[in-house]
């Protein structure tokens, strides 16, 4: 199946600094790719929708100047935590979905670990 | 997308049978019946989807009704590494479509 893959697989950063992570599409092009958060025992949150070329699709109540999110090629989207705060340590998660051959999935990535201090 | 409910824990056997039911009674008719389980901090693994025919792949089976408000994702032989969440999800098949998850249900494998 299509693999997706995220740099860095966990980070901690200091209060008020900025994280960047990377969603990365190795086998397939995505023109559409999809973050996620995922605080503890809980399921996963849609953050916001990543459309090659143009601006993200935030879901209400994310903040689109606090998540910045830039997709620049079609096979690399990156969230960037910006001023990050101990309230922003999560599991964050990407998926991409891969059309080829007519077939439509969606395939996530491994996730990374924030963890803000 | 139309709203999923499954039970929020179950257990099974080693070696037996997982029978994790899902009900979406509200599904439109160009939505499809997916299946994704998260294994503890990892991300999502598809696992099976289907319209209105049952399916079957190398990992399970997928069991919908004819009147497509309920299906069953089946594990015919549960191992421990299958404990995780599974999620149902109904979704419309298209590239820009999200995939909105609710709780899921909790298996836990016994051995």
């Known amino acids: 199946g299509a693999v997706v893959s995220q740099h860095p697989s966990w980070v901690i950063c200091k209060s008020g600094t900025s994280v960047k992570i990377e969603c990365r599409s190795l086998?397939?092009?995505?023109?559409?790719m999809f973050w996620y958060r995922q605080f503890p025992k809980q399921s996963l949150m849609l953050m916001a929708t990543?459309?090659?070329?143009?601006?993200?699709?935030?879901e209400q109540g994310v903040e689109k100047d606090k998540f910045l999110i830039n997709h620049a090629s079609l096979t690399l989207s990156t969230l960037t935590v910006t001023s990050a705060h101990p309230e922003d340590s999560s599991f964050y998660i990407c998926?991409?979905?891969?059309?080829?051959?007519?077939?439509?999935?969606?395939?996530f990535g491994p996730g990374t670990r924030l963890t803000v201090t | 997308d139309a709203k999923t409910t499954q039970p929020p824990s179950m257990d099974c056997a080693e070696g037996r049978a997982a029978n994790l039911p899902c009900n979406h009674s509200t599904i439109s008719g160009n939505e499809y019946v997916y299946w994704y389980r998260q294994i503890h901090s990892q991300g999502p693994q598809y696992i099976i989807h289907g319209l209105k025919n049952n399916e079957t792949n190398e990992m399970a089976s997928l069991i919908i009704t004819e009147d497509r408000k309920s299906s069953t994702l089946i594990l015919p032989h549960a191992t421990l590494r299958d404990t995780a969440v599974y999620y149902c999800i109904v979704r419309v098949r298209t590239s820009y479509d999200k995939v909105i998850f609710g709780p899921g249900t909790s298996l836990s494998v016994i051995p």
């Open positions: 086998d397939f092009q995505a023109t559409t």
């Open positions: 998926s991409a979905n891969s059309g080829a051959g007519g077939r439509d999935e969606q395939y």
């Open positions: 990543s459309n090659e070329g143009s601006k993200a699709t935030y």
